[in-house]
């Protein structure tokens, strides 16, 4: 799915949430996703390269939130129906203001179901979304991440992405395992570091993602020890922390209820301040936030997109 077929998917936020969308939002409006355990941002300042920005807006957990729900899983049903059942308890908890979309990742990237507050529909699609195919999200977490960016800047709610995937790095059509290239040469670099194409294809992404918006959290259903998945699974966290979001992994099937009420609580806990960006400023820079009596944890990275308006 190219990102003019994302495009339309805006026209799925209700028009309560569009309406707080500014007529012209300035240029360089950035995304801050940050967690606390004050009940209020008092004082709340905002800095970028150690220089004083503008807060635009400030919303808290009680406010609105867009979660989108992508699947990406095709292996043990034993652990998929686990991670179905947990999202389901999850999914049933979420306040009224909550608006959930849910998209399949494996064998091209498709919308299941456009952003509601209708649980039953949400619930359904992810008990019948197939297991199958091949592993999706290193191709689809840019395209994702650019709706949601998106969102944010059309109707500027908190909004997030959850991963559910069980990605094996040798399940992807692309082929990372960057095979010996002269099996006769011992010199062959190929030889030494196998998991160079992985870590190659991560760090785009993430450089990728530090110029978006949206948190991502990946909820990984199957840690596996190998050297090139290792390596996957260390992009699969650089990538998440590029944009203020957390890869978690389990290990046994009794971590995956666990995992995923965590990532739930993460995401529903968030705060989102907006920030404007001068001219002039770094096309990388640092952001500092800070407020009374607050301990804020915070992604403090940021990059610019290449093209102007964020």
């Known amino acids: 799915m190219t990102r003019r077929q994302l495009i339309p998917l805006l026209a799925a936020i209700p028009s309560t949430l569009r309406a707080a969308a500014t007529a ?8 801050v996703t940050a967690w606390t355990a004050a009940a209020e941002l008092k004082g709340l300042v905002a800095k970028a390269e150690a220089k004083d920005v503008r807060i635009v807006r400030i919303k808290s957990p009680q406010d609105g939130l867009i ?25 049933a908890k979420l ?19 456009d952003p509601t507050v209708d649980r039953e529909s949400v619930t359904s699609s992810i008990q019948q979304s197939p297991v199958t195919g091949r592993a999706g999200l290193l ?19 908190r909004t997030a992405i959850l991963y559910v995937s069980d990605s094996n790095i040798y399940n992807y059509r692309e082929d990372y395992t960057n095979p010996v290239i002269n099996m006769s040469d011992s010199r062959d670099l190929s030889r030494r570091f196998p998991e ?15 110029g978006t ?23 699969l966290q650089q990538m998440a922390e590029a944009t203020g979001g957390q890869a978690m992994f389990c290990r ?7 995992t995923i009420t965590q990532a739930f609580e993460k995401i529903r806990s ?3 301040v907006d920030v404007e960006i001068p001219q002039g400023t770094p096309r990388n820079f640092t952001m500092h936030l800070s407020a009374d009596g607050a301990d804020l944890q915070y992604r403090t990275r940021f990059s610019m997109r290449a093209g102007g308006k964020e």
């Open 24 to 31: 012209a939002a300035p240029v360089h409006i950035r995304r």
């Open 95 to 113: 306040p009224a203001a909550v608006w959930l979309g849910v998209l399949r990742a494996q064998d091209g990237l498709r919308v299941l179901v």
């Open 252 to 258: 046994t099937q009794a971590d995956i209820a666990i």
């Open 196 to 210: 160079a194409l992985i870590r190659e294809k991560t760090a785009k992404l993430t450089a990728t993602l530090a």
């Open 213 to 235: 918006d949206a948190p991502v959290f990946i909820t990984h259903l199957a840690f596996l020890r190998d050297r090139l998945n290792d390596a996957y699974q260390t992009g």
């Open 139 to 157: 191709e689809t977490i840019e395209p994702v991440e650019y709706l949601a960016t998106r969102l944010i800047h059309k109707a500027p709610v």
């Open 270 to 272: 968030m705060w989102a």
């Open 67 to 91: 979660l989108l729900v992508v699947l990406d899983v095709t292996g043990d049903l034993t652990l998929i129906d686990a991670a179905r059942a947990a999202m389901a308890a999850e999914i």
